[in-house]
């Protein structure tokens, strides 16, 4: 033996000493001071021995028990090095590589086993299994190989018939989400295959699949994402994207987000963030997809649907639980391309031109307010302010009309977007009034964009009065424009104007009547079908501002629009049309209509001093009292505003969009009789995702939706597939001390119709932290919550997890049956179902009812209780108490219980069905513990009671 050490013979019995402890340690089951005695005795011996073999693989063996099996295969690969052929060794290393599933190898072990042992009994039976299993590996392997040679002689052939070609297509697509089918099709050169196709294949079905395949081959695997990026390259992605066919681009972006996803760790699980390891190894793939991707956004010759995708891809991956590219974007001068696109017009139609659509300068927006989000420091925030100063002035620099133009769409853009970034720029000296001298040119295009961008800026009070001390009767003059474009603008311009004082009549430019006349106004633009529809999301726009809450007149509007079913049609069809810029304009209208906006608490002592100091109060106008407010949602539900919602959510990327949306959606649901229509028609699919994504206020408005869904209609129909396992989770949420009692309630009352389903619901209940969420509820002073959080336990009771816990050293089953003793009605009654069935599943259970000081009070309360139901709880928790233990029952029928039991069992004011339980009592401890005497028998010993000894 070779030791470090001066005293060669102390550590060698050290060495000896510590296996010895090890092995002690291993036999009395305590598996982690085994590996700990064995790991020091390691570190003791230098160079390879025998006997470090040998604290290897009993290290080995172990972490085998721990479970640990990775470990386990090093420890014995490293035993293996230095006494090949080792029984021991091979055995343990061919059952922690079966337990992985890695059965070829695991069979290898097992062979090489058999042949140099071939009286080891334990291995036959391991590589009987293990046979069969690698035959039929290797079967399939064989199939999987045939198939996709068969399906590439078809797919890849130009020659072959189209409906050939198009199966063969989807069958390697399908292959692509098997684990062993994917590796198969990368091992017969996949990439290389789809790749040379593409370059020439004109059939759009065969083209959408082959990149579709490409994503499913990625999924997942960081090692299949680097090998495709390898064998394509990132030019050859943005070439497919490159399309003015939108099914195709979607594809491709699919595909993109697919690679980062499996780069980086996202995606594996659910909600999970990157894996920095994973991000550290694949930083160079990473770093050049985001390069290459803030290029491209800006290329002349890509498509307006592909610029759009990449600035999609930028802005999902700008934050930090996706890859985190905010800071980095800006140091490659990324949002000074972003302001370049945001600043183009389809106006400006030459040869360096952009191509862009109806909502790249919306996404754009949005993209530019993600990275702003998560600048999450002050320096950092200077940086982004800097590089849009250096757009800007960049622009300003040259005389043409041109760039400055273009500076406003940018500044637009901002507003729109980043607001606070928008408004210190609007600040700037002379930025104000060059906007006011555009919009008093006669140039159509400069009044055009110079009407967007007041009313963008016309968003904080301070902006306010200056824009209408010099822009009213700018906008009153373009409104007469003989342009439909110009007028519709300066129409918004107006309406938003008109409603941005809100309750401080100092800064209202408008006489009452004028809210009416430009309501009327937008609704002409809004149902003309001769407009085009960006004038009329113009229009919604300018009605979504009239309809605001604080408005004097605002109530009248809304009864108004909500009459118009021409309007609310034309409403609908806008949102449907795609375009990302109507959005704002028609679900801020919505919301306005279901007054489903944050109200303001009035305090009354603010109200009488505001009186005092001769302030405006605020007042609700009577036609929004609750009953037109619900008379409106019932109309907009019919009239099909659920399907407006559904594709407005699909189609917007605005977080605060979809907090208005679920707002919306929220007010509707508020009403049980229109929960079955929302759910028709698409509702609880779209709110699913809105509830576990976005801004605080949406998931919350999101999440009691779901809830008011799940209280009234079957959680199986209302969330189908496994939704209904996912809706668990933004309930969950609403289990919070910042949420209000309400939406504790119908949170709890969800949850309980979902923990009536299956053993799947109450497991994943259990497993967000519900049992203990809940448990605190049950201890409110609030009646109702303590209801439904006892009616919620009763039915996870059911579940063998959630006894065990009760059966734990804790007084979760004494609180329980002091519950039932409450003077309120209904959660006592809830407790008592609850210990019911708590007891009869478990004998621990019943024996800590009797702990509780007051025990026989309490069975007394209960079986005396006038409610029948509470007398049938009780009869049934004491008959599972009888039957429980013999000391269990010798301690109850001591008492008067079993005279209350006797009376009952005779009472003909009792059920048939509690009289036979009462009877059952008796029989259990007459039969089951002999412990009271039948008619004739001989008595029975002493019921144990209370001990007379000192």
């Keep these: 033996m070779v030791v470090a050490g001066d005293s060669l013979k102390n550590i060698a019995d050290e060495v000896i000493r510590l296996k010895e402890d090890g092995n002690k340690s291993f036999k009395e089951s305590d598996w982690k001071e085994a590996v700990s005695h064995y790991s020091k005795a390691i570190k003791l011996l230098i160079g390879d021995s025998p006997d470090k073999a040998v604290l290897y693989k009993n290290r080995a063996a172990a972490y085998l028990k721990l479970n640990e099996l990775d470990k386990a295969i090093k420890d014995c690969d490293s035993s293996l090095e230095i006494t090949p052929n080792d029984p021991k060794a091979l055995f343990r290393r061919c059952q922690a590589l079966d337990s992985l599933n890695r059965h070829e190898e695991a069979y290898r072990d097992a062979r090489h086993l058999n042949v140099i042992d071939p009286n080891n009994k334990a291995v036959q039976p391991i590589l009987s299994r293990l046979h069969e299993i690698v035959q039929e590996n290797q079967k399939k392997n064989a199939q999987v190989e045939n198939k996709v040679s068969q399906m590439f002689r078809y797919a890849f052939n130009i020659e072959e018939a189209k409906d050939k070609r198009q199966t063969a297509m989807n069958n390697l697509l399908v292959l692509a989400k098997e684990k062993s089918g994917a590796f198969a099709l990368q091992e017969a050169g996949i990439y290389h295959k789809i790749g040379s196709l593409l370059k020439v294949e004109t059939n759009d079905e065969i083209f959408i699949a082959a990149i579709r395949t490409i994503g499913e081959l990625c999924k997942g695997s960081a090692d299949m994402a680097k090998n495709c990026l390898r064998e394509l390259g990132i030019p050859w992605f943005l070439e497919i994207l490159n399309s003015k066919k939108e099914e195709q681009v979607n594809s491709a972006q699919y595909c993109l987000q697919v690679i980062l996803n499996s780069l980086s760790g996202l995606g594996i699980k659910a909600e999970s963030r990157p894996d920095e390891k994973l991000c550290d190894e694949n930083k160079k793939e990473i770093e050049t997809l985001l390069t290459c991707l803030v290029y491209s956004c800006t290329s002349r010759t890509i498509t307006g649907l592909a610029r759009d995708a990449i600035i999609q891809l930028i802005m999902r991956n700008v934050h930090y639980k996706a890859i985190n590219w905010a800071e980095q974007l800006i140091e490659i001068r990324g949002l000074q391309r972003l302001m370049e696109v945001a600043s183009e017009l389809k106006e400006y139609k030459y040869e360096s031109a952009m191509d862009i659509t109806d909502n790249t300068r919306t996404i754009t927006s949005v993209c530019l307010a993600r990275i702003y989000e998560n600048m999450y420091y002050d320096k950092a925030k200077e940086r982004y302010l800097a590089a849009i100063d250096d757009f800007i002035k960049g622009k300003l620099i040259t005389p043409e009309i041109e760039s400055k133009v273009r500076v406003i769409v940018a500044l637009t853009s901002l507003l729109l977007g980043p607001l606070?970034?928008?408004?210190?720029?609007?600040?700037?000296?002379?930025?104000?009034?060059?906007?006011?001298?555009?919009?008093?040119?006669?140039?159509?295009?400069?009044?055009?964009?110079?009407?967007?961008?007041?009313?963008?800026?016309?968003?904080?009070?301070?902006?306010?009065?200056?824009?209408?001390?010099?822009?009213?009767?700018?906008?009153?003059?373009?409104?007469?424009?003989?342009?439909?474009?110009?007028?519709?603008?300066?129409?918004?311009?107006?309406?938003?104007?008109?409603?941005?004082?809100?309750?401080?009549?100092?800064?209202?430019?408008?006489?009452?009547?004028?809210?009416?006349?430009?309501?009327?106004?937008?609704?002409?633009?809004?149902?003309?079908?001769?407009?085009?529809?960006?004038?009329?999301?113009?229009?919604?726009?300018?009605?979504?501002?009239?309809?605001?809450?604080?408005?004097?007149?605002?109530?009248?509007?809304?009864?108004?629009?909500?009459d118009d079913k021409q309007s609310l049609k034309a409403l609908f069809e806008l949102s449907k049309t795609g375009n990302q810029a109507a959005v704002y304009g028609v679900v801020t209208t919505f919301v306005n209509l279901t007054n489903s906006y944050d109200k303001q608490e009035i305090i009354p002592e603010m109200v009488e001093l505001a009186k005092f100091a001769k302030h405006h109060i605020p007042e609700d106008h009577e036609l929004d009292d609750a009953d037109f407010v619900q008379k409106r949602c019932n109309i907009l539900c019919?009239?099909?505003?659920?399907?407006?919602?559904?594709?407005?959510?699909?189609?917007?990327?605005?977080?605060?969009?979809?907090?208005?949306?679920?707002?919306?959606?929220?007010?509707?649901?508020?009403?049980?009789?229109?929960?079955?229509?929302?759910?028709?028609?698409?509702?609880?699919?779209?709110?699913?995702?809105?509830?576990?994504?976005?801004?605080?206020?949406?998931?919350?408005?999101?999440?009691?939706?779901?809830?008011?869904?799940?209280?009234?209609?079957?959680?199986?129909?209302?969330?189908?597939?496994?939704?209904?396992?996912?809706?668990?989770?933004?309930?969950?949420?609403?289990?919070?001390?910042?949420?209000?009692?309400?939406?504790?309630?119908?949170?709890?009352?969800?949850?309980?119709?979902?923990?009536?389903?299956?053993?799947?619901?109450?497991?994943?209940?259990?497993?967000?932290?519900?049992?203990?969420?809940?448990?605190?509820?049950?201890?409110?002073?609030?009646?109702?919550?303590?209801?439904?959080?006892?009616?919620?336990?009763?039915?996870?009771?059911?579940?063998?997890?959630?006894?065990?816990?009760?059966?734990?050293?804790?007084?979760?089953?004494?609180?329980?049956?002091?519950?039932?003793?409450?003077?309120?009605?209904?959660?006592?009654?809830?407790?008592?179902?609850?210990?019911?069935?708590?007891?009869?599943?478990?004998?621990?259970?019943?024996?800590?009812?009797?702990?509780?000081?007051?025990?026989?009070?309490?069975?007394?309360?209960?079986?005396?209780?006038?409610?029948?139901?509470?007398?049938?709880?009780?009869?049934?928790?004491?008959?599972?108490?009888?039957?429980?233990?013999?000391?269990?029952?010798?301690?109850?029928?001591a008492t008067n219980i079993f005279d209350l039991l006797m009376a009952l069992s005779k009472s003909m004011k009792l059920q048939r069905e509690d009289q036979a339980v009462g009877r059952e009592a008796l029989k259990a401890a007459a039969e089951d513990w002999k412990i009271i005497q039948k008619p004739g028998e001989a008595p029975p010993l002493e019921p144990a009671g209370e001990s007379d000894e000192e």
């Design 420 to 562: 606070d970034v928008g408004n210190t720029i609007v600040a700037r000296e002379g930025m104000m009034e060059m906007i006011l001298v555009m919009a008093g040119t006669e140039d159509r295009l400069q009044q055009k964009v110079a009407c967007e961008c007041i009313i963008a800026a016309a968003s904080k009070k301070d902006k306010i009065k200056s824009i209408i001390a010099q822009g009213v009767n700018i906008l009153k003059e373009l409104y007469k424009s003989k342009d439909d474009g110009i007028r519709v603008r300066a129409l918004v311009g107006l309406c938003k104007l008109g409603s941005s004082g809100g309750t401080d009549a100092s800064i209202r430019p408008f006489a009452d009547g004028a809210t009416k006349k430009l309501a009327d106004a937008c609704r002409r633009f809004l149902v003309n079908p001769a407009k085009d529809p960006d004038m009329r999301r113009w229009a919604a726009e300018g009605l979504s501002y009239l309809t605001l809450s604080y408005l004097t007149l605002d109530a009248e509007v809304k009864e108004k629009l909500i």
């Design 638 to 893: 019919s009239e099909g505003i659920t399907s407006a919602l559904v594709a407005l959510a699909k189609l917007t990327e605005s977080q605060n969009s979809k907090e208005l949306i679920c707002r919306i959606f929220n007010a509707i649901c508020g009403q049980q009789e229109l929960r079955g229509m929302v759910v028709q028609q698409g509702g609880a699919k779209s709110l699913l995702p809105m509830a576990l994504e976005g801004t605080d206020k949406g998931k919350k408005q999101a999440a009691q939706a779901l809830a008011r869904i799940g209280i009234t209609i079957n959680p199986e129909v209302a969330f189908p597939g496994q939704r209904y396992i996912e809706v668990i989770r933004p309930l969950m949420n609403l289990l919070h001390p910042d949420c209000t009692a309400l939406e504790n309630f119908e949170a709890l009352m969800a949850l309980c119709n979902l923990a009536g389903v299956n053993e799947t619901a109450r497991q994943r209940i259990i497993k967000e932290g519900g049992v203990q969420k809940i448990e605190s509820y049950m201890y409110e002073e609030h009646l109702m919550l303590r209801r439904a959080a006892t009616q919620v336990m009763t039915n996870l009771i059911i579940s063998p997890d959630v006894i065990q816990k009760f059966e734990g050293k804790n007084d979760k089953t004494k609180f329980l049956f002091l519950l039932c003793c409450e003077e309120e009605k209904t959660p006592p009654k809830a407790a008592a179902g609850a210990l019911a069935m708590l007891t009869s599943a478990s004998k621990i259970c019943c024996e800590k009812l009797l702990e509780v000081g007051s025990w026989v009070e309490n069975f007394q309360e209960l079986l005396a209780n006038p409610d029948v139901d509470m007398q049938h709880r009780g009869i049934v928790v004491i008959l599972n108490a009888l039957k429980s233990s013999k000391e269990v029952a010798e301690k109850i029928i």
